[in-house]
């Protein structure tokens, strides 16, 4: 299955909304596009990567956020809706300590 995201901006947040399997390949062929996005994100905006759509991330998608977190800032930079398994694979990484992680759509 392959992996796409859609962009969402407003003038406080762009969201990028990732859908199917964020494995080392798909990953790959999303790198260039996801941070042609992180480099447009203007002062004033949050960046936010919804998750809602995929239930698999690997490391290389882990790499992409760490990016993006130092690119915008940890503090403008969240992860969105991510499945509980999801969840794990930052606990386990130790980047739920570094990066805000929303669980909820009411956030």
Same mark, same amino acid.
């Given at each position: 299955?392959?992996?796409?995201?859609?962009?969402?901006?407003?003038?406080?947040?762009?969201?990028?909304?990732?859908?199917?399997?964020?494995?080392?390949?798909?990953?790959?062929?999303?790198?260039? /596009?996801?941070?042609?996005?992180?480099?447009?994100? %203007? @002062?004033?905006?949050?960046?936010? #990567?919804?998750? !809602? $759509?995929? +239930?698999?991330?690997?490391?290389?998608?882990?790499?992409?956020?760490?990016?993006?977190?130092?690119?915008?800032? /940890?503090?403008?930079?969240?992860?969105?809706?991510? %499945? @509980?398994?999801?969840?794990?694979? #930052?606990?386990? !990484? $130790?980047? +739920?300590?570094?990066?805000?992680?929303?669980?909820?759509?009411?956030?």
């Amino acid at each position: 299955m392959s992996a796409s995201f859609t962009s969402d901006p407003t003038p406080t947040r762009l969201t990028l909304a990732f859908t199917g399997r964020l494995d080392s390949a798909n990953c790959a062929g999303l790198h260039d /596009a996801v941070l042609e996005q992180v480099n447009a994100v %203007a @002062p004033q905006q949050a960046l936010r #990567f919804d998750l !809602a $759509g995929s +239930d698999f991330i690997a490391s290389a998608f882990l790499r992409l956020c760490i990016l993006a977190a130092r690119a915008v800032g /940890a503090e403008r930079f969240e992860i969105a809706h991510p %499945a @509980p398994l999801v969840r794990e694979v #930052f606990a386990m !990484a $130790g980047l +739920d300590r570094h990066l805000t992680i929303i669980e909820t759509a009411a956030q």
